[in-house]
């Protein structure tokens, strides 16, 4: 995320510009996939670095598909095949696989709107509770250095909830004021 992953250097891009390569990689990449998303931006943001997708595979399809279906110049994935950077048309677009609909809808969440899932994580960030892509944990300590993390919850509206937020008022987005 953020637009640099690349050696060739990316173009920002205009929210139409955005729109227009988000369109073009749904046509193109849906097929391979059983989910596709975008991560909702910040409504008045004006320029993007690049385009992040949350995708779950269909069975038996491989993230390197995605790289001749797009015609990229250019791609990095990580070391565990969980994310990949790819140039499309002077533009940086990352995936990020998940596996299952209930990881998916959780990280669609905590990375919706520019991640406002960390804040909500930095909001309660102590050595009992936290927040990630994968859920709200409590955490237990069995020593001074040796800790476990319990799920609580992965579900976005029972985290949301926890903070003490209506679900439907978030969906809604937000504004600067």
């Known amino acids: 995320m953020g637009g640099d992953a690349l050696t060739i250097p990316a173009k920002r891009l205009t929210n139409e510009e955005f729109k ?46 995605i790289v001749s ?15 990949m950077n790819c140039e499309f048309k ?3 677009v990352d995936f990020k696989m998940t596996e299952s609909d209930e990881d998916f ?4 969440f905590y990375k919706s709107f520019s991640g406002v899932g960390s ?22 300590f069995i020593t001074p250095t040796i800790k476990h993390k319990h799920l609580v919850t992965n579900k976005p509206n029972e985290v949301l909830e926890f903070y003490g937020v209506d679900p439907k008022r978030f969906a809604l987005g937000f504004e600067r004021r």
Request: proline residues 3%; aromatic residues 8%; charged residues 30%.
């Open 20 to 65: 227009e390569v988000v369109r073009e990689v749904l046509e193109r990449v849906a097929k391979l996939c059983r989910r596709i998303q975008v991560y909702p931006p910040m409504p008045e943001k004006v320029s993007h670095g690049d385009v992040d997708f949350l995708i779950i595979l269909e069975e038996g399809r491989q993230a390197k598909e």
């Open 90 to 92: 002077g533009y940086q």
């Open 119 to 140: 804040f909500f994580g930095y909001l309660t960030h102590s050595e009992t509770v936290s927040l990630s892509e994968k859920g709200l944990f409590a955490i237990r």
């Open 105 to 108: 809808e959780m990280a669609i």
């Open 69 to 83: 279906l797009l015609e990229c110049k250019e791609h990095v994935e990580d070391k565990h095949g969980k994310t």
